[in-house]
T-cell receptor, first 112, second 114 residues
C-alpha cells in the first residue's frame, strides 16, 4: 500500500547510545516531517524538509539531526540518546497541492 | 507555550448524538486548520480542513467551524458512531506564510458509547 513507512516500530536505547530512525514515502511528496508525541503535549515538530536538499528546524530540534537522503527518504538521528527523548516519533509527508499530512504508524522509542 | 490548545482531554458521547470538539489558538497569523483522527498504535489520519477565508466546511458527518475573531475552531460529528472513538487533534499553520509548519493541540480523546 502507498504511504509512509517508518522503521523500526519499537526501540529501547541506553542513555548515550545513538540511533537513526528511517522514513520513506512513495507518494512523490515534496515535503517530509518528523514529529514527536508526548502525553499532554500533542505532536511537536522536530525537523522538516520542504523539498529535497533542504531541511529546517521545527519547535524541538535540540538533540536531533536529520538527513533528506533523496525525495523518498528522510531520516532522524539521535547522536546521544537521553531519557527526555523517550517518545513516540512520527514521520509525515505532504505535497504542495494538499496541505494535509500523511503520517507513518510511528516509532515508540524508550531511552533508559 | 502552546499556540494551539485543546482544553478538553476527553469527551464521552452517546451513539447517535452530536460530538463537539473544541480547539483554540493564539497566533493570529494562522491561516489554515486541520483536524486529525488517531487510533491507538497508528499514525494520525487527516479528517477535514478549513482555511481562514471560510467559516464552515462540511464533509459527510463531519463539520468544522472557524471563528477567527475568537481564534476558535470546533469539529462537530453528527451522528456520532462507536467507530469514531479515537483521539482527535487540531492543527494550525500559516505563520509567516509557511504552510509546512503545523502546530498541533494536545488532543481530545472521544469515546462514543453504544
Amino acid at each position: 500500500n502507498a504511504g509512509v513507512t517508518q522503521t523500526p516500530k519499537f526501540q529501547v536505547l541506553k542513555t548515550g547510545q545513538s540511533m537513526t530512525l528511517q522514513c520513506a514515502q512513495d507518494m512523490n511528496h515534496n515535503s517530509m516531517y518528523w514529529y514527536r508525541q508526548d502525553p499532554g503535549m500533542g505532536l511537536r515538530l522536530i525537523y522538516y524538509s520542504a523539498s529535497e536538499g533542504t531541511t529546517d528546524k521545527g519547535e524541538v530540534p535540540n538533540g536531533y539531526n536529520v538527513s533528506r537522503l533523496n525525495k523518498r527518504e528522510f531520516s532522524l538521528r539521535l547522536e546521544s540518546a537521553a531519557p527526555s527523548q523517550t517518545s513516540v516519533y512520527f514521520c509525515a509527508s505532504s505535497s504542495a497541492l494538499n496541505y494535509g499530512y500523511t503520517f507513518g504508524s510511528g516509532t515508540r522509542l524508550t531511552v533508559v | 507555550d502552546q499556540q494551539v490548545k485543546q482544553n478538553s482531554p476527553s469527551l464521552s458521547v452517546q451513539e447517535g448524538r452530536i460530538s463537539i470538539l473544541n480547539c483554540d489558538y493564539t497566533n493570529s497569523m494562522f491561516d489554515y486548520f486541520l483536524w486529525y483522527k488517531k487510533y491507538p498504535a497508528e499514525g494520525p489520519t487527516f479528517l477535514i480542513s478549513i482555511s481562514s477565508i471560510k467559516d464552515k466546511n462540511e464533509d459527510g458527518r463531519f463539520t468544522v467551524f472557524l471563528n477567527k475573531s475568537a481564534k476558535h475552531l470546533s469539529l462537530h460529528i453528527v451522528p456520532s458512531q462507536p467507530g469514531d472513538s479515537a483521539v482527535y487533534f487540531c492543527a494550525a499553520s500559516g505563520e509567516g506564510g509557511n504552510f509546512n509548519k503545523f502546530y498541533f493541540g494536545s488532543g481530545t480523546k472521544l469515546n462514543v458509547k453504544p
